[in-house]
């Protein structure tokens, strides 16, 4: 089945990106950037059939009904759509594939981030669910690598550009030029956050490193806004007002959720997404000099780098420090959310680390003061010790173990306790898949094999090599404030799973790629025990 020229973007409607908007609900915005997209199409309510949107905190659950209502759509087709920062190319995906199955014939696409200042406690305000209730997060990303400070965007990306300099031999500030030309195109939109800012290399070589190899200039800032498509088909499309923009060819593809679990971290899922967008559009990529000044992973996974700017040196591909001219496209603001709902982007994911790196820039701040970072990190350990089940730390004499360690903690399920419980014996035991004889981390109640598989729990030697990591400049959550700089890594165990854990017992500038590592145990409280590695 092909998607080419069945169906176009007819109308667009979009909300300047700002760094808060105070007393605004998402369900709102929502609201408001759909009727500028129908109105810019020539369209109204009523004519909309379809509706693509995504979870929000107003709506954690029947998001697609909720905006139907609101906005008085009678839908032949709702969906809700969950892909981070691919979501607004995934929307527009789905809205084409339901037009070309006859569903539907106009779409409407949204999506929003809110963002509010911090209270005098240093907490966010937040949206209340009410009776939707609230979700505990129990999934293995909350289970196997928030305990560890992999928390949020920045530690994976940084890790993902230690693992391709290993292996490209790029320098730092090759990697810079990326940040540089992405400031350039939002120099030439006069709606960007940084608009009539230009950076330079130096400006992002110079500027504080927040998780290594990756400079304050090269993190998103996060903002707030919202935007919105309307898709129809391409009958419809051209008796509208405007010349609409046809969809030519359309890929995906999934394969992890943490980067820790993906099959590589310099090849990645965009190679085959996009062989699949370039052959349904009949578009030759070979040879195709594509001036998009992508990021290098994706630039070089899709196989859109230019090729005479790849030379083979031994065993290394070496990328050629030549400058490139940044690209002169008018881009959404900033690279810091997708506005265009095509762009990548992550606006929910606040980095903690931003209004300190750039107190270490220009002098500003917008964060707590001391003593409201003392609030907020005590409320935050105070729920943290609720979750856990722990006593108060502020209410009466509590036991020692439990108001030493703030972090996260583990909540194991029936499928992964024997891990926790093993760890606590000071042991390694990981689940072995009986048919392909290959360790499996994380523990899970089927086999990834499949359904005639079995899997057996087996000890492993706990030894391993570095396969990539990062050191945290800045910490990725408060509760890691006090802790200095710390060694986040991706081991690769003898047995051949890979796993997240901290590299201790040495300074963590003294980590690198290929390091060996031999399993250690750390007793954080007397329930729970972490897996740790350090140099073997």
Same mark, same amino acid.
């Given at each position: #089945? ?22 605004? @609900? ?12 129908? /109105?810019?199409?020539?369209?109204? #309510? ?6 693509? @949107? ?11 009904? @909720? ?100 292996? $490209? ?22 709606? /960007? ?66 980067? +820790? ?16 967008? $370039? ?133 194991? +399920? ?85 796993? @997240? ?17 031999? /399993? ?17």
């Amino acid at each position: #089945m092909t998607l080419r020229g069945k169906a176009a973007i007819a109308g667009i409607g979009e909300f300047r990106p700002s760094r808060y908007t105070e007393g605004a @609900t998402t369900l709102g915005m929502l609201a408001e950037v759909g009727m500028q997209a129908v /109105a810019d199409a020539g369209l109204e #309510m009523k004519d909309i059939d379809g509706l693509v @949107t995504e979870s929000f905190a107003e709506a954690p659950m029947f998001a697609p009904a @909720t905006m139907v209502e609101y906005l008085g759509i009678d839908a032949k087709f709702a969906e809700v759509v969950d892909h981070g920062g691919a979501t607004g190319a995934a929307m527009v995906l789905r809205a084409a594939m339901a037009i070309s199955a006859g569903l539907c014939d106009r779409v409407l696409c949204v999506t929003a981030a809110r963002r509010e200042k911090r209270s005098n406690s240093g907490e966010r305000k937040t949206a209340n669910t009410g009776w939707a209730g609230r979700r505990t997060d129990r999934t293995p990303y909350s289970e196997f690598e928030v305990p560890y400070g992999a928390i949020g965007a920045n530690y994976g990306y940084a890790m993902i550009a230690q693992r391709y300099m290993h292996e $490209f031999g790029v320098k730092a500030e090759q990697l810079a030029k990326i940040a540089v030309a992405q400031r350039y195109n939002a120099c030439h939109n006069p709606d /960007a956050i940084f608009f009539g800012q230009p950076i330079t290399v130096d400006d992002v070589l110079n500027s504080p490193v927040v998780v290594d190899p990756l400079h304050m200039l090269e993190i998103v800032m996060p903002v707030a806004g919202a935007a919105a498509l309307v898709v129809t088909s391409s009958r419809t499309a051209r008796r509208l007002k405007h010349d609409p923009v046809y969809i030519l060819g359309a890929g995906e593809h999934t394969t992890h959720r943490s980067i +820790t679990y993906a099959p590589s971290l310099t090849h990645s899922p965009i190679k085959s997404a996009a062989d699949a967008a $370039f052959k349904m559009a009949g578009v030759q990529t070979e040879g195709h000099r594509h001036r998009q000044h992508l990021r290098l992973l994706h630039d070089h996974g899709a196989g859109l780098a230019r090729r005479r700017r790849i030379r083979e040196e031994g065993p290394r591909r070496q990328v050629h420090r030549r400058a490139q001219p940044p690209v002169r496209w008018r881009l959404p603001a900033e690279p810091a959310w997708r506005a265009a709902l095509v762009r990548a982007g992550r606006p929910r994911r606040r980095d903690v680390t931003r209004d300190r790196s750039r107190a270490a820039v220009d002098g500003t701040s917008e964060g707590p003061s001391g003593e409201e970072a003392g609030v907020r990190l005590c409320e935050r350990q105070r729920r943290h010790h609720e979750r856990a089940g722990l006593a108060d730390p502020g209410e009466g004499p509590v036991n020692e173990e439990t108001t030493r360690y703030n972090k996260p903690l583990p909540d194991p +399920t029936p499928a992964t306790q024997p891990f926790w419980d093993a760890l606590r014996e000071h042991k390694l035991r990981l689940q072995r898949s009986k048919k392909a004889g290959k360790a499996i981390y994380y523990p899970r109640n089927v086999s990834p094999y499949g359904p005639k598989d079995e899997l057996e729990w087996v000890e492993c030697s706990g030894k391993g090599t570095v396969y990539s990591f990062t050191i945290a400049r800045r910490p990725t959550a408060p509760q890691w404030s006090d802790d200095g700089d710390y060694a986040i890594a991706i081991v690769e165990i003898d047995e051949g799973a890979r796993l @997240t854990a901290n590299i201790v017992n040495c300074p963590p500038d003294a980590v690198r790629i290929g390091m060996k590592v031999k /399993a250690c145990f750390q007793d954080v409280t007397p329930e729970v025990t972490l897996l740790q590695f350090e140099p073997a």
